[in-house]
């Protein structure tokens, strides 16, 4: 579930479209904000929820689950011991809707006031108990909390439980849900968004010179992995292969990126998958649209592989959903190989002339590749990359 579509084929195909889900912000708290655009969700997900579930829920929990469910259902519900199905759900900020909201309420109208279910709608660990609960997962139900690498990193935790014997299946991926006064601020206070008041389509230019900031997005992107023989066994169908996954950190800074330890990563993961840097055809980039990052990712993807991978940036069109993102952006890879298409980067009209990549923009790009990669970076000098292969 994106800015794009409640779901994941309609989120592929507006990537494919080049549509862009970055909107004003036409709510009244938002007047006084030096921000004035974000990438809210399509569809509000509690009206996808019987209204006695969505209630107990925090909009985060709500995603996660519709979206762990779609996830589901697409993989055929695979007939698995409850024991041997593990649950791997990251987050960057958790329940902050309902922490923020529950303050409100508690300054406001004091302790009766406050909702029964605030604690189990506040906890990061949440959307994962949630999902673990609604498919009778008892491998474990496990929370990265790892900035807006949380949705990679629980992919590359996901295979590691499948490779250690510990689940055949893994249902993995990641959440956000954090449009709020404060945080849009938080983040604003520390120059991290745009604060362009143009078209908010154009806003969000990852590579692009005009690129002046990231947009805050929400959302949520959940995979199915299993273990290759289990797969085979019952007949299941695949969109392709978790080949390799690597996680590093910088170790440098808490906000700024970091080449070296994100080029690290990406070799990692090329080792891990047994690749060599001319196998990746096609590279996700984490690209949010800021100079620093984009730079740093850009050096790191060339020191890495080189320059003659397609590169795409759908942040370009999602805005970032931060937690949610690092999922989001491997299925954006997956499907790539999967379809033979790499989503063009939107508002990419003057590449960076320090940006040394084939940077995919117009229209998208077509062809056969075999090998994909998804790169993730968050706060705090965490970085993950992962390798799909067909």
């Given at each position: 579930m994106t800015p794009l579509g409640a779901d994941a084929p309609s989120s592929w195909s507006g990537l494919?479209?080049?549509?862009?889900?970055?909107?004003?912000?036409?709510?009244?708290?938002?007047a006084d904000l030096p921000v004035h655009?974000?990438?809210?969700?399509?569809?509000?997900?509690?009206?996808?929820?019987?209204?006695?579930?969505?209630?107990?829920l925090d909009r985060g929990e709500q995603v996660a689950l519709l979206s762990a469910r779609e996830a589901w259902q697409d993989a055929g519900a695979p007939q698995v011991e409850p024991e041997r199905l593990?649950?791997?759900?990251?987050?960057?900020?958790?329940?902050?809707?309902?922490?923020?909201?529950?303050?409100?309420?508690?300054?406001r109208a004091g302790i009766r006031r406050l909702s029964p279910f605030a604690v189990p709608m506040l906890m990061p660990n949440g959307p994962a108990a949630w999902v673990s609960m609604d498919l009778g997962a008892k491998g474990g139900a496990r929370t990265p909390v790892s900035a807006c690498a949380s949705g990679a990193e629980a992919l590359a935790l996901g295979q590691d439980l499948i490779r250690n014997g510990r689940a055949d299946v893994v249902v993995a991926g990641g959440v956000e849900a954090c449009l709020h006064p404060f945080t849009i601020a938080a983040f604003a206070q520390m120059k991290a968004l745009?604060?362009?008041?143009?078209?908010?389509?154009?806003?969000?230019?990852?590579?692009?010179?005009?690129?002046?900031?990231?947009?805050?997005?929400?959302?949520?992107?959940?995979?199915?992995?299993?273990?290759?023989?289990?797969a085979r066994a019952r007949g299941g169908r695949a969109h392709g292969t978790l080949a390799g996954s690597a996680v590093s950190s910088s170790a440098n800074h808490i906000t700024s990126s970091d080449a070296d330890g994100q080029s690290f990563a990406i070799e990692l993961a090329l080792r891990d998958a047994?690749?060599?840097?001319?196998?990746?055809?096609?590279?996700?980039?984490?690209?949010?649209?800021t100079e620093s990052?984009?730079?740093a990712e850009a050096e790191a993807i060339g020191r890495a592989i080189g320059g003659h991978a397609a590169v795409t940036a759908t942040?370009?069109?999602?805005?970032?959903?931060?937690?949610?993102?690092?999922?989001?952006?491997?299925?954006?890879?997956?499907?790539a190989l999967r379809d033979g298409t790499v989503p063009a980067t939107r508002n990419l009209d003057e590449l960076d002339p320090r940006v040394e990549l084939d940077v995919v923009r117009g229209e998208p790009r077509t062809g056969r590749w075999t090998a994909a990669l998804a790169n993730s970076f968050g706060f705090g000098g965490h970085n993950v990359s992962l390798v799909f292969t067909t």
């Amino acid at each position: 579930m994106t800015p794009l579509g409640a779901d994941a084929p309609s989120s592929w195909s507006g990537l494919l479209d080049g549509k862009s889900g970055v909107r004003f912000l036409e709510e009244e708290w938002a007047a006084d904000l030096p921000v004035h655009v974000a990438a809210g969700l399509m569809v509000d997900p509690a009206s996808l929820l019987p209204r006695t579930e969505a209630r107990k829920l925090d909009r985060g929990e709500q995603v996660a689950l519709l979206s762990a469910r779609e996830a589901w259902q697409d993989a055929g519900a695979p007939q698995v011991e409850p024991e041997r199905l593990a649950v791997v759900i990251g987050t960057g900020t958790g329940g902050v809707l309902t922490t923020l909201g529950q303050d409100d309420i508690f300054e406001r109208a004091g302790i009766r006031r406050l909702s029964p279910f605030a604690v189990p709608m506040l906890m990061p660990n949440g959307p994962a108990a949630w999902v673990s609960m609604d498919l009778g997962a008892k491998g474990g139900a496990r929370t990265p909390v790892s900035a807006c690498a949380s949705g990679a990193e629980a992919l590359a935790l996901g295979q590691d439980l499948i490779r250690n014997g510990r689940a055949d299946v893994v249902v993995a991926g990641g959440v956000e849900a954090c449009l709020h006064p404060f945080t849009i601020a938080a983040f604003a206070q520390m120059k991290a968004l745009s604060t362009r008041s143009v078209d908010p389509e154009t806003v969000s230019r990852p590579f692009d010179v005009e690129r002046s900031g990231f947009v805050m997005g929400e959302g949520a992107g959940m995979m199915v992995l299993e273990r290759a023989e289990f797969a085979r066994a019952r007949g299941g169908r695949a969109h392709g292969t978790l080949a390799g996954s690597a996680v590093s950190s910088s170790a440098n800074h808490i906000t700024s990126s970091d080449a070296d330890g994100q080029s690290f990563a990406i070799e990692l993961a090329l080792r891990d998958a047994g690749l060599d840097p001319a196998d990746i055809g096609v590279v996700h980039a984490h690209a949010t649209s800021t100079e620093s990052g984009d730079l740093a990712e850009a050096e790191a993807i060339g020191r890495a592989i080189g320059g003659h991978a397609a590169v795409t940036a759908t942040k370009s069109m999602t805005g970032h959903m931060m937690g949610a993102s690092g999922t989001v952006g491997a299925m954006a890879a997956l499907f790539a190989l999967r379809d033979g298409t790499v989503p063009a980067t939107r508002n990419l009209d003057e590449l960076d002339p320090r940006v040394e990549l084939d940077v995919v923009r117009g229209e998208p790009r077509t062809g056969r590749w075999t090998a994909a990669l998804a790169n993730s970076f968050g706060f705090g000098g965490h970085n993950v990359s992962l390798v799909f292969t067909t």
